[in-house]
């Protein structure tokens, strides 16, 4: 990979937005950027810290994950079986366990989600335990993960899990504490991001690729949609579940003339 070409790329990537932020301020705005200086060295640092983690992932994300596909589907690892016989989704267990772990482990180091958990445990004051959301979200990634691997070691359709999945969401946010119906969405869609897509990106293509019948074209791609969706499924149910314990006193009636407990005591305590 040629350096200076990723650097160069990275660059003209970034400078419409930088163009479009300082044109909305002095051309719409009017008014001067404050702390230019500081602001000029945070892009500059922006540039360099891309172009370095696109020469990051080529030369190691990329490889490391289509390597470890290939390792963990290969005849010689896997469990021996009788000549003429096919193998069964179960022999592959061991990328089911790889999927699940690498999963959870990139999401708990998200940069993305550890910003928006800091952040929502702030606005809620504390109500809402950034580690506990950060534990929740990467459940469900895990999850997701694990599912599309199956998916891909079956060769099933991605539209039937998608639906499923939406179906599960859509009757969850039915029923889900309604102030973390909009985080449990963001969640879905921060988790996707810098480290954990092309470990994902990597993994499903090297899967489709070492499984023979699989086409790394229709198989390989997907597994960031359910990447996606099943972080929603389980922050909601983390939520469902944290009202339900909250709200069970409720349901007893105090023996003395004290007061029943309120039985929703705020949704923002559901997690």
Sequence with gaps: ???????????????PIVAIIFGFQYLVIRKPVKRFLK????????????????????????????????QLTHPDFLPAMTEGAQRHWSDYYWVYIFAFTIGASTTIAEPSLIAVSIKAGEISGGTINPFTLRLAVALGMAVGITLGAWRIVMGLPLQWFVLGAYCLVIVQTLRSPKSIIPLAFDSGGVTTSTITVPIIAALGLGLASSIPGRSALMDGFGMIALACLFPIITVMGYAQIARWRSNRPSKIQPLSGTSVTKSHQGDTHAL
């Design 1 to 15: 990979m040629n350096m200076l070409a990723v650097f160069w790329g990275t660059l003209r990537d970034i400078l």
């Design 39 to 70: 602001v000029a060295i945070g892009f500059f640092m922006v540039w360099v810290g891309l172009s370095v983690f696109l020469i990051g992932l080529e030369q190691a994300l990329f490889p490391m994950g289509e390597l470890m596909a290939s």
